[in-house]
T-cell receptor, first 112, second 116 residues
Framework: QQQVKQSPQSLIVQKGGISIINCAYENTAFDYFPWYQQFPGKGPALLIAIRPDVSEKKEGRFTISFNKSAKQFSLHIMDSQPGDSATYFCAASSGNTGKLIFGQGTTLQVKP | NAGVTQTPKFRVLKTGQSMTLLCAQDMNHEYMYWYRQDPGMGLRLIHYSVGEGTTAKGEVPDGYNVSRLKKQNFLLGLESAAPSQTSVYFC???????????????FGPGTRLLVL
């Protein structure tokens, strides 16, 4: 049972464009929603995260939009750059163990 | 600080062989995790530990065992490797989660395992 569903699986965007990756979750107990960025051959690294008491969080060119009623959240990358080409994972967590449930991942390619 | 390190980086095993993956962190983190990453499936939690001497099962624990004898180390063991365990294994660590607040998980560089 996939508790966090991510789409699309892959995404190609032109330099300067907007990249949008979507995630949907099932468990209403989730209270932390991070996005991780992974470059080839490296481990994932935290990019940005949001709690369900806010609808949007922005850090530089990266924005998370959160819709609690729809149980969906998305990552928007503004002015996408070739250096943003990576795999992006959404995740969700609840409880006091810090366990993360990850989405399937989205491979982003930004064309120059 | 080295952060989270994993040993080895790459290993080839034959079916039925055993091995241990080592994860070490120098950030004094209480929590440690082992994930496996497979194409199209994201990262899935194998086992985790919320403190020295404690371990618990994650989403996909079958075929794996873990130990956390020291706070800074978290070992993942495969007693009898199977081709289905071919994957990339990531270790992560974080500070203890306080109520209503989530600490960042820091990941190691991964161990690529091929089971023939």
């Amino acid at each position: 049972q996939q508790q966090v569903k991510q789409s699309p699986q892959s995404l190609i965007v032109q330099k300067g464009g907007i990249s949008i990756i979507n995630c949907a979750y099932e468990n209403t107990a989730f209270d932390y929603f991070p996005w991780y960025q992974q470059f080839p051959g490296k481990g994932p690294a935290l990019l940005i995260a949001i709690r369900p008491d806010v609808s949007e969080k922005k850090e530089g060119r990266f924005t998370i939009s959160f819709n609690k009623s729809a149980k969906q959240f998305s990552l928007h990358i503004m002015d996408s750059q070739p250096g943003d080409s990576a795999t992006y994972f959404c995740a969700a967590s609840s409880g006091n163990t810090g366990k993360l449930i990850f989405g399937q991942g989205t491979t982003l390619q930004v064309k120059p | 600080n080295a952060g989270v390190t994993q040993t080895p980086k790459f290993r080839v095993l034959k079916t039925g062989q055993s091995m241990t993956l080592l994860c070490a962190q120098d950030m004094n983190h209480e929590y440690m995790y082992w994930y496996r990453q497979d194409p199209g499936m994201g990262l899935r939690l194998i086992h985790y530990s919320v403190g020295e001497g404690t371990t618990a099962k994650g989403e996909v624990p079958d075929g794996y065992n873990v130990s956390r004898l020291k706070k800074q180390n978290f070992l993942l063991g495969l007693e009898s490797a199977a081709p289905s365990q071919t994957s990339v294994y990531f270790c992560a660590s974080s500070l203890r989660r306080l109520a209503g607040y989530q600490e960042t998980q820091y990941f190691g560089p991964g161990t690529r395992l091929l089971v023939l």
